[in-house]
């Protein structure tokens, strides 16, 4: 099972970029041109990444064995903002485009994403 660690933690970095891209081309796609819904594929792919993204994380975390409330601290703390993470998309994407709301949350989510990879490399606790 160890072997396994490396490609998964990979994969889970493709997923790390995949969903910021993805996040991203929703938001400035509806920026652009608010009155356009979105293509089919842009409301169904970011779904799949994240959930690829939680299910290699949960992967590593079982193979280790890491202890998000235990020993391995930045991991709880990583997993309580990435749920903020997914609160803040929400929030983003369900607001008029353009508003006070669309660009806080946005701003919100992607100061998020910097911690969280903050947390993941440098494990400060
Ligand atoms: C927005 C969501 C996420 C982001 C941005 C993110 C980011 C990262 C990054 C950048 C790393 C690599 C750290 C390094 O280079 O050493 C990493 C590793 C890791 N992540 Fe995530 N992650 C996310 C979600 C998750 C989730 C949902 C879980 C658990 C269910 C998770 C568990 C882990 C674990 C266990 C590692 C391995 C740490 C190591 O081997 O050093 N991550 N994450």
Redesign the pocket.
């Known amino acids: 099972m160890g072997a396994l660690?490396l490609p998964v933690?990979h994969f889970?970095?493709l997923f790390?970029v995949s969903?910021l891209v993805l996040f991203n081309l929703r938001f400035w796609l509806r920026t652009r041109q608010p009155e356009k819904t979105l293509p089919k594929v842009l409301k169904i792919l970011p779904h799949i990444n994240d959930s690829m993204?939680?299910f290699?994380?949960?992967l590593?975390?079982h193979i280790?064995p890491?202890q998000p409330f235990g020993a391995h601290k930045w991991?709880g703390i990583?997993?309580l903002l990435?749920v903020a993470?997914i609160v803040m998309g929400v929030i983003c994407l369900r607001a008029q485009p353009r508003s006070t709301k669309w660009w806080g949350a946005y701003a919100l989510a992607m100061l998020i994403?910097a911690v969280?990879?903050y947390l993941?490399?440098w494990?400060p606790i």
């Open positions: 660690y933690k889970h970095l790390v969903t993204l939680l290699s994380g949960m590593m975390m280790i890491w991991l990583k997993l990435v993470y994403v969280i990879v993941a490399r494990k």
